[in-house]
C-alpha cells in the first residue's frame, strides 16, 4: 500500500523559512517524478513544484522562482521541500503527490498518490 506523509509545516513570519519532507512507503520514490501541491483557503489545489526522477530537472510555478527548492534522498524515499523567503501568500496546506503507471492485462492507467497534507501559515 502506498503512502505519502508529509511533515514540517507550522506557523512562521513573513520573510521565513521552512522544510517540509515528504516520506514514502510502497514505492521507491527512486522510480518516479515527484510533486508539492499547495491548497490556499478557498481556492483550488495548485502545482507548486516539482522534480524528476534524476533530480536534475526542476518545474514549478512562477511565484516561488527563487524562493522554494525541492529535493530528492532516494536512499531515504523521502522528497524535501525548501521554502525561503515565505509569504503570507503562501499559506496553505501543502501536498505530496506522486504519478503511478498501473498496466495490467486489460491495459495501463495512471493512479496519482497523495500524501494527508501539512498546514503552512505564513504571518504578515
Known amino acids: 500500500q502506498v503512502q505519502l506523509v508529509e511533515s514540517g509545516g507550522g506557523l512562521v513570519q513573513a520573510g521565513g523559512s521552512l522544510r517540509l519532507s515528504c516520506a514514502a512507503s510502497?514505492?521507491?520514490?527512486?522510480?518516479?517524478?515527484m510533486d508539492w501541491f499547495r491548497q490556499a483557503p478557498g481556492k483550488e489545489r495548485e502545482f507548486v513544484i516539482g522534480?524528476?526522477?534524476?533530480?536534475?530537472?526542476?518545474n514549478y510555478v512562477d511565484s516561488v522562482k527563487g524562493r522554494f527548492t525541492i529535493s530528492r534522498d532516494n536512499a531515504k524515499n523521502t522528497v524535501y521541500l525548501q521554502m525561503n523567503s515565505l509569504k503570507p501568500e503562501d499559506t496553505g496546506v501543502y501536498y505530496c503527490?506522486?504519478?503511478?503507471?498501473?498496466?495490467?492485462?486489460?491495459?495501463?492507467?495512471?493512479?496519482?498518490?497523495w500524501g494527508q497534507g501539512t498546514q503552512v501559515i505564513v504571518s504578515s
Open positions: 503527490k506522486t504519478r503511478v503507471r498501473i498496466t495490467t492485462i486489460e491495459g495501463s492507467r495512471d493512479v496519482d498518490y
Open positions: 510502497g514505492l521507491s520514490i527512486a522510480s518516479y517524478t
Open positions: 522534480i524528476s526522477l534524476s533530480g536534475d530537472s526542476t
